[in-house]
Each structure stands twice: as C-alpha cells, then as structure tokens.
C-alpha cells in the first residue's frame, strides 16, 4: 500500500458566497492525500501501473476553475472527479484554504476537509 501527498497545490479562483468574491477572487491552496495500492508500480517502475501526478493536478485544476459557493462544493467535486478516475484510489482526503478570507477581521485562511 503506498500513500501519495500533494502539498501546496496553488490556484487563483472565484469561490465564495459572497458577490465580490465571484468577482474579485482569492488564493486557494489544495492539499490531497490518496491511499492505493501501488505493488504493482514498485516492482515495474512504469507510470502506467501507478496514479499519474499530473493528471491529478490536471484533473483538481479543472475543477477549481468550476466557480461555487461553498468550499464543500468544490472538495466533493475533486473527490468525485478522483475517484471515478482512478479506481484504484482506497482512500481520499481533499484539504482546500481559502487564503485571507472576508470574514471581518484579520485570518490567515479558512480550511475545510473532505476525507473518503
């Protein structure tokens, strides 16, 4: 069983319920942690029997460009889009923060996690 972890995974985006955070946008970092079986890959040494990382990227970038309102919104649709792509997946955190949020005061970011 092999763990992979992606740390710090930055994009620009327009999630937030209030109006001028779907205009104005803000920072969001997204963190993932994925549980699969990966023997197969450490005895091969071929991509094809491990998870791709830049498809997952890929995959969570096109998905953060998906304006929402809520950050809830956005983890359950990466956590969807990853497990229906590789099924291989046993487990799944999805971990995104907002940076400096609007929340009338002075806060680092906001985070929620979604876990599988």
Not at 71 to 97: D, G, Y
Request: hydrophobic letters at 45%; zero cysteines.
């Amino acid at each position: 069983m092999g763990k992979i972890l992606f740390k710090g995974m930055e994009f620009f985006a327009y999630h937030g319920h209030f109006k001028e955070e779907q205009i104005i946008g803000t920072k969001f970092i997204v963190d993932l942690e994925l549980l699969f079986e990966s023997k197969n890959a450490e005895y091969s040494d071929h991509l094809n029997d491990t998870i791709n990382y830049q498809e997952i990227y890929q995959l969570v970038k096109i998905e953060m460009e998906i304006n929402a309102h809520l950050l809830e919104n956005v983890a359950r649709r990466i956590l969807n889009t990853l497990m229906k792509t590789f099924p291989q997946i046993i487990s799944l955190e999805v971990k995104i923060s907002k940076i400096n949020p609007p929340l009338g005061g002075k806060v680092e970011q906001v985070s929620f996690v979604l876990a599988y």
